[in-house]
């Protein structure tokens, strides 16, 4: 692959920032859009623009065909057993919560226990732990090494009879560790629980494959991975999904409605109320379309070498401290300067045109273990180059300079 064609694809990295090139690393927070889903936009809402499954119009069937080839094409790209495994929502916070919700509520009492990481997103916390407080469950961590990595060993060590869900990131967004999430979900299943997948800094930058990882429940958005904002999918097992209620009730999802009860629909529909996210289908199908055409491996491996050259990079500079396993597989870099804050290492690269995140990257438990109130962080993606983090590097020098 070639980032430097590829990033010719995105128009709105073609553009100057405080007068300087712009360099945007800041891809896990969220990724930018080529043109062919800016394309695929535009020509949904000129051509197919309506609303889905109630119409007999033409519009209305040309865009119920839309959203359902999305919903196809989805499962395909996960290599989900069944289409109405997937399941449209706003994002991975939304189908975290309507898993935490329905099924965790379904299946927990007092004395159950939840097991989860210390560096969880909140979208991969808050659910669990509201839920334990309303059900009396037992919200338990699985301890972390020194890198920010966990040991199988720790993990056969926490899940216990009494587990009944575990839950994890596959990709940490601020240590960049990679979990072993199969084997833990063997463990996880030994023990009779479930195990649910957060996604959402995994599925845009390597090939998921959810009948192999044998999860039940995964979680991911649209907007990390060249989709629009607003768009995200629960994949769960078909048998698990039938069990379980919606949490969201309306239009779309009933299948008959009296004066005092009502029934909802079969998979996936039941799950989704009210007019769905129609366009944002569209614009997740062209991005999938788009990331498999470079291929998922060839993005992982120049990811992997990007990775490899920022901690060689950053490394060189005296002040930096590097959060994380040295050796990495994904495309971030979480660091602070030292005695300097990270928002004012970020509004300093910012007046040298390049984007970085700052701050707790919701996960302040994980800043607690780390015992740094913030960070910054250089995410990178398949239009990112070495020259990008060469340019990171010597403002990240100059910011040294400016603050002493």
Known sequence: MNPALIKEQFPILNQEINGHPLVYLDSAASSQKPRKVLDALKHYYEWDNANVHRGVHTLGSRATDDYESARERVARFINAQHREEIIFTRGTTTALNLVASSYGHSVLGEGDEIVITPMEHHSNLIPWQQLALKTGAVLKYIPLQSDGSILLDDV???????????????????????????????????????????????????????????????????????????????????????????????????????????????????????????????????????????GMDEIHRHETKLAAYSIQRLSEIDGVTIYGPREREVGLITFNLDDVHPHDVATVLDASGIAIRAGHHCCQPLMRWLEASATARASFYLYNTEEDIDRLADALIQAKEYFK
Not at 165 to 187: D, F, H, R, T, W
Not at 189 to 218: E, N
Not at 260 to 277: D, H, N, Q, V
Request: proline share 5%; hydrophobic share 45%; glycine share 10%.
């Open 156 to 294: 056969e060590k926490t899940v216990t009879p009494k587990t009944k869900i575990v839950a994890m990131a596959y990709v940490s967004n601020v240590l960049g560790v990679v979990n072993p999430v199969k084997q833990i979900a063997e463990i996880a299943h030994r023990h009779g629980a479930v195990m649910v997948v957060d996604g959402a800094q995994s599925t845009p930058h390597m090939k998921i494959d959810v009948q192999d990882l044998d999860c039940d429940f995964y979680a991911f958005s649209g907007h990390k991975m060249c989709a629009p904002t607003g768009i995200g999918v629960l994949y769960g097992k078909k048998r698990l999904l039938e069990a379980m209620e919606p949490i969201e009730y309306g239009g779309e999802m009933i299948d008959d409605v009296g004066m005092f009860e009502s029934t909802w629909k079969e998979l996936p529909y039941k799950f989704e109320g009210g007019t769905p996210i129609i366009a944002g289908a569209v614009g997740l199908a062209a991005a999938i379309d788009f990331l498999e055409e470079i």
